[in-house]
């Protein structure tokens, strides 16, 4: 099993969206990501690769960006192939993997 070990604070601004992400977030639900932000803390980090491209988490850097969070957790996920990258993006999408 691999396991991430390396989590840093990154800059919301070096972070790459993923181009072909087929998931948008309606404003209901980045109101929701900024409510859940200010009760809790931004304590579940995006996960990305060592080129900064986000693998998962689009919708909690669009509501920190709201709040007004320059800098947000990270995990690199940088043991994963371009197609587990890919596999991976598809996979958090579904309800079922949430």
């Not at 072909?20 to 803390?41: D, M, P, V």
């Not at 920190?64 to 996979?91: H, M, N, S």
Request: charged share 25%; with cysteine; proline share 4%.
């Amino acid at each position: 099993m691999k396991i991430m070990t390396d989590m840093q604070l990154v800059s919301a601004d070096r972070l790459v969206p993923y181009v072909n992400n087929a998931r948008t977030h309606s404003a209901e639900q980045i109101t929701k990501f900024l409510s859940f932000l200010q009760e809790f803390g931004f304590i579940n980090p995006v996960i990305i690769d060592r080129d900064f491209n986000v693998i998962a988490g689009h919708g909690r850097i669009v509501a920190a960006k709201k709040e007004g969070i320059t800098e947000v957790p990270c995990v690199f996920a940088d043991f994963l192939t371009e197609a587990q990258k890919r596999a991976y993006i598809l996979a958090d999408k579904l309800p079922q993997c949430r």
